[in-house]
């Protein structure tokens, strides 16, 4: 069955990085556009990025850009977010979340990583 | 950027009795070329990821119960529960994916009466 683990989330201070991984299970990869949402605590769904299926494309949240990357390496069908100079209002549970195509729903949904940012 | 509003931001309904949730994007999610809304429903139990419900205004997902129905074009939606249950009490969210970034209505919390 699909499976979406992602890892690498904790507590980190302001200014400082993390990266979150996404391991990918269960369907064909490398044929996905794969994102990131996060959701702040107690708050609703915010869109973070998201990659085409072939890492053509990539494109952010203005509230993440230019600072956070999306990438991933179809061989080992895992899919990164890294995250620089954070901030408190970065803190949220961050999901993986798998796309048939490049503008199509939300199929897949991994159970998510906590990132809190704060001193 | 495409603003997404959902309304009611919370809704109490009865068990059996019909329950709908709008969704109004501020630019139309209907790609002419193909005749499709780019608009999904999603469901969120407390504790749990969101799952897709409906994608593309008004298919319903492999599994999800047909008392789900999604309704409307253009830049109205509607999300039709038409018989609520006690296993529906979540909060719902609309999203399009017409273009980036891919935003998501504020969420509808939907309670048992």
């Known amino acids: 069955q699909v499976q979406l683990v992602e890892s690498g989330g904790g507590v980190v201070q302001p200014g400082r990085s993390l990266r979150l991984s996404c391991a990918a299970s269960?369907?064909?990869?490398?044929?996905?556009?794969m994102h990131w949402v996060r959701q702040a605590p107690g708050k609703g769904l915010e869109w973070v990025a998201v990659m085409w299926f072939d890492g053509s494309n990539k494109y952010y949240a203005d509230s993440v850009k230019g600072r956070f990357t999306i990438s991933r390496d179809n061989s080992k069908n895992t899919l990164y977010l890294q995250m620089n100079s954070l901030r408190a209002e970065d803190t949220a549970v961050y999901y993986c979340v798998g796309g048939g195509s490049s503008y199509g729903p939300a199929d897949y949904w991994g159970q998510g990583t906590l990132v809190t940012v704060s001193s | 950027d495409i603003v997404m509003t959902q309304s009611p931001d919370s809704l109490t309904v009865s068990l059996g009795e019909r329950a709908a949730i709008n969704c109004k994007s501020s630019q139309s999610v209907l790609y002419n070329s193909n005749k499709k809304n780019y608009l999904a429903w999603y469901q969120q139990k407390p504790g749990q990821p969101p799952k897709l419900l409906i994608s593309?205004?008004?298919t319903r997902e492999s599994g999800v119960p047909d008392r789900f129905s999604g309704s409307g074009s253009g830049t109205d939606f509607t999300l039709t529960i038409s018989s609520l249950q006690a296993e529906d009490v979540a909060v719902y969210y609309c999203?399009?994916?017409?273009?980036?970034?891919?935003?998501f209505g504020q969420g509808t919390r939907l309670e048992i009466k």
């Open positions: 593309w205004a008004s």
């Open positions: 999203q399009q994916y017409y273009g980036t970034p891919f935003t």
């Open positions: 269960g369907f064909t990869f490398s044929t996905y556009a």
